[in-house]
């Protein structure tokens, strides 16, 4: 495989049509390039890259944009410049660290750690808290007693099956109202209401008292359940 890569890079240049070598060759230099990085195309004009099979040239599910070289595969555009590398929102710099974003720019979406689970029940739908069952599958968690808890994670989707679960991140649901704020202003609880959250620290006998995150602004939590709870005397 790696010793056909650089063969199907000279072909790409000469599998080309005369026509449209002749255009890239022209948008190439560096400066109309660093440009062209630093804005949005406002109409790509996508080619397929083309491959070669048995000595005859294929195009290939991989486009490429004539005006500002972004690639695409299937629908997925993927942006790459020297500096990021990225097929969503957040670019890629760096691999030493990893950037979440703060908040999420939709509504009931997730930044963070993210696993696939079966959900056994979650009437509340998405940013409903969950815990582990004895038969291995979520389900809403509930302060109540610990035989509801401890919360492990965040539903991302409604419903039950096999669901997006958020272990660790920032979550961001609109309907939520939270403080913000030093000591115990900003921290959130699990709720004794099913698959709920809450502010309000649990004080009843048996309930639990686990701390799962904290608010990052009034619609935003960076959730970091603790394994360390409480139950309350
Ligand atoms: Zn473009």
Redesign the pocket.
Known sequence: MKKNKPKETEKISTAKPATKTKKVSKAVPTKIVKKEESRE?VT??WVPLVGNDKGKNVPTFLFT?L??G?LKVGTQTIKISRYRLDMGELPMNSIAGIKLMNGPSVDATASGLIIGADIETNVQGIGAPLFMKANGFLAAANATTSATAPCVGLAMDSGTGNKRVLLHGVFRLDAWAWSTGPGTAGLIYLDISTGTLTQLRPSGTDQVIQPVGWALASNCIYFMPSMMYLTHI
């Open positions: 195309c790509h004009k944009c005006n500002c972004d």
